[in-house]
């Protein structure tokens, strides 16, 4: 009895291997063609100053509707791309449709909106990655200042002196960097001093977790302490309910990001205001 039920779980722990296996090398496969059918759309989700709740820029965030797998989330095909080199093509995409579309928003919505764009490790590494963020930012009409770079500690983990040069070229041609998902990799307090970063994104688990967790409302205080004497602007990221922006706004944190403003939207819906609730409701994309 005891050997059939151990044969039972075996077999269904291979069935779920496969599946997820299986999926993997498929998306792995897919991005290929993904690359040259153009599949890739961009959508922006805004980030807002808890001051007045008006949107200070937008994450651009890629979204994937592939002919063969269908709709693909981030979280799934990133690290596949990331593996197999399409990041640096989709990278390349997302870099030029955000500048573009955050100079929109600047002539017809508010001059001072800035782009935030996510980049991997990979893409860091190839020789022309500078010479990229130029030329996309030529082609929009866009100043630096009004291009973010989001990095994780996973880029600072690849500590090359590639990496250390091109954020510094970076800095230099005045592009702001931001810390993202601060609190959940391998964080290293030397990474803020050795690098120009600008910005300290807190990740959403410690924002959500505060409202239960003793320890996780700790933690978000002493990094906005931190971020604060560090002259670092904070993003809260992963901001749901009016409860959690007023805990952070009562700390003094300057900007939030999540669900109860708005999810991320199509380039032409960016909102000029969102209040709570006044964009919440449009679900043009399930995150
Ligand atoms: P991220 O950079 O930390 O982006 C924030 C993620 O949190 C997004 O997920 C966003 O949709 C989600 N989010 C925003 N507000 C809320 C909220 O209130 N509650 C919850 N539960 N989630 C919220 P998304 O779009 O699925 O992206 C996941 C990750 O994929 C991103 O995390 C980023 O690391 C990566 N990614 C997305 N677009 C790109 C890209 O163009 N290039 C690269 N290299 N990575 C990207
Ligand atoms: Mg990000
Ligand atoms: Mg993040
Ligand atoms: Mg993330």
């Known amino acids: 009895w005891s050997r059939r039920a151990a044969g039972n779980g075996y077999r269904c722990f291979t069935a779920g291997m496969n599946a ?28 807002v100053r808890l001051s007045d709740n008006r949107p200070a820029g937008g994450e651009a965030l890629v979204r994937w509707d592939s002919a063969s797998l269908g709709r693909v989330r981030p979280d799934e095909f990133i690290e596949a791309a990331e593996n197999n080199g399409t990041i640096v093509d989709i990278g390349r995409t997302v870099l030029q449709r955000a500048t573009a579309a955050c100079a929109r928003w ?32 030529a082609a929009a009409g866009l100043p630096a200042s009004a291009l973010e770079i989001e990095v994780t500690e996973t880029v600072l983990l690849h500590e090359s002196a590639t990496v250390n040069q091109t954020l510094t070229k970076l800095s230099n041609l005045g592009v702001r960097l931001a810390l993202d998902d601060f609190g959940t990799g391998y964080a290293c307090l030397s990474y803020l001093y050795d690098h120009p970063f600008h910005t300290l994104k807190i990740d959403k688990t410690f924002v959500q977790d505060s409202m239960t967790n003793a320890t996780a409302r700790k933690l978000v205080q ?33 900007y939030g ?15 000029g205001d969102a209040g709570a609730g006044a964009v919440a409701a449009v679900d043009t994309d399930t995150g």
């Open 106 to 137: 600047r002539a017809e919505i508010d001059p001072a909106l800035r782009i935030s764009v996510n980049v991997s490790p990979q893409q860091f590494l190839v020789p022309d990655f500078v010479a990229t963020v130029t030329r996309a930012l």
């Open 222 to 254: 002493a990094s906005l302490r931190m971020a604060q004497e560090l002259g670092l602007d904070v993003v809260a990221e992963g901001v749901e309910t009016e409860e959690q922006r007023a805990f952070l706004r009562d700390l003094g944190c300057d």
């Open 257 to 271: 990001q999540g669900f109860l403003f708005a999810r991320p939207l199509p380039a032409t819906d960016f909102p």
């Open 20 to 47: 997820a296996l299986v999926r993997r090398i498929n998306i792995e496969a897919a991005l290929h063609e993904a690359v040259a059918n153009a599949e890739f759309r961009v959508c922006y989700q805004p980030i």
